[in-house]
């Protein structure tokens, strides 16, 4: 069993910047992921990497904007998040799994909040 701690999230202005960190334990050699849910809407995915990190994988919407890194070594893996858009507010969920199209195991869950 994979236990996913987020932390990082918060209130930022638009253009601003964030950095997501997920703290993995209880398991190895997992793809990983982040995906969010706005108010209203379903959860959607954002972007995934593979357990090597030389894989990566992002919704169009986040493309040059957001980048997503791991270190094993720590066992985290990180959204870095620029350039920031109202739209991008939502709850930002880390994921684990055997793929990136596989997310098994879920976090909590951190709030982003993108002010205009």
């Known amino acids: 069993q994979v236990h996913l701690v987020e932390s990082g999230g918060g209130l930022v202005q638009a253009g601003g910047s964030l950095r997501l960190s997920c703290a993995a334990s209880g398991g190895t050699s997992y793809a990983m992921g982040w995906s969010r849910q706005a108010p209203g809407k379903e959860r959607a995915f954002v972007a995934g990497?593979?357990?090597?990190?030389?894989?990566?994988y992002y919704t169009d919407s986040v493309k040059g904007r957001f980048t997503i890194s791991r270190d094993n070594a720590k066992n985290t893996v990180y959204l870095q998040m620029n350039s920031l858009k109202p739209e991008d507010t939502a709850v930002y969920y880390c994921?684990?799994?055997?793929?990136?199209?596989?997310?098994?195991?879920w976090g909590q869950g951190t709030q982003v909040t993108v002010s205009s």
């Open positions: 990497i593979n357990w090597s990190g030389d894989s990566t």
């Open positions: 994921a684990a799994g055997a793929r990136v199209g596989a997310l098994d195991y």
